[in-house]
Each structure stands twice: as structure tokens, then as C-alpha cells.
């Protein structure tokens, strides 16, 4: 929220979200469309000073709500093998999905309430990385009892613009 001095205050937290005004939304939405946008333009579009906006982005990456990376395919940078897991587990599944985050090769973790209780998007360069990472990493997880795997063939879409609400 915004204080009469222009200045944002700390995000408000109800269960663990973050509450955004119509300013920082509308940030959010221009960095998803060009993540190196300037602060200046974000400024003029927003309406507020570029230190204003500036201090609003910090904080933003500072809750973690917000995060500027760059987007590859991850194909075309030498990682030939994706895939998205289905684990299930016996046990406390927030410290199996904690331990499976750990992780370098998993890029995210997921709890569901489904056939599995945990979706685990991996980024392997091969075949037998994602092989080792199954046998001896993602299975020997104390209280995961099965898993599935679903290879990637190709990577159709991949888009993180898909605004605020």
C-alpha cells in the first residue's frame, strides 16, 4: 500500500498472500511483458516517481511474491530432458516436498490433492541424469512411496504473462 509520502508500505498478509493495490498490480503486468522494463517507463505508466517505483519492485522481490529471471527453452540451452513427476508419499508430504526442493535439478514443487501428492517439474541434461536423479535422489526420499514419471517430448507454450488478480 502506498502512504500519502508515496512510499509503499509492507505488504499485508493474510494466509501467507500478499494483498496488491492497483499500482502494484499494474507493475506485476508490465514486468511480465518486458521484465527489463526501465523504472522510468514504469513510472509514466503507473503515474508514480521512478524511486517510488523502484522501492515498490524491491519490496516486491523481497516478500518473493515477484521474481525477474530469464526464461529459456530449456532445450536449446542443453538441458535435452524435462519431465514432471507424480510422487506419491506416506508421512508428512510438506518435509518430502521441503527435501525434494533441495533438489538442484528439480525446478518446481507442487502439493496436490489428487492421484499424487506431490508434481515435481525436473530440468535434466539427459536421460541418465534423469534416471540418476529418480533412482538415487527423488526415490530414496524417506516417505516417498512410488513415482511416475511423464517425459516432455516438446515444449509447446511456456508464457508467465498472465497478469494479476
Request: hydrophobic letters at 40%; charged letters at 25%; a negative charge.
Amino acid at each position: 500500500m502506498e502512504g500519502h509520502d508515496g512510499h509503499v508500505t509492507d505488504p499485508t498478509r493474510i494466509s501467507n498472500r500478499v494483498v496488491l493495490d492497483d499500482t502494484s498490480k499494474a507493475i506485476i503486468r508490465l514486468l511480465q511483458q518486458d521484465g527489463r522494463a526501465p523504472y522510468a517507463m514504469l513510472a509514466r505508466e503507473v503515474g508514480l516517481s521512478e524511486a517510488a517505483v523502484r522501492q515498490r519492485v524491491q519490496r516486491l522481490l523481497e516478500s518473493e511474491l515477484l521474481q525477474i529471471v530469464a526464461v529459456t527453452d530449456p532445450v536449446q540451452v542443453g538441458f535435452e530432458r524435462q519431465a514432471l513427476i507424480g510422487v506419491s508419499t506416506t508421512g508428512d508430504s510438506e518435509h518430502i516436498a521441503h527435501a525434494l526442493s533441495e533438489i538442484e535439478a528439480v525446478s518446481y514443487v507442487v502439493t496436490t490433492a489428487g492421484r499424487y501428492d506431490l508434481l515435481v517439474e525436473v530440468v535434466c541434461e539427459d536421460d541418465d541424469q534423469l534416471l540418476e536423479l529418480l533412482q538415487r535422489r527423488i526415490r530414496t526420499v524417506d516417505g516417498v512411496v512410488g513415482t511416475e514419471t511423464f517425459t516432455y517430448l516438446r515444449l509447446n507454450k511456456q508464457r508467465y504473462d498472465w497478469g494479476t488478480r
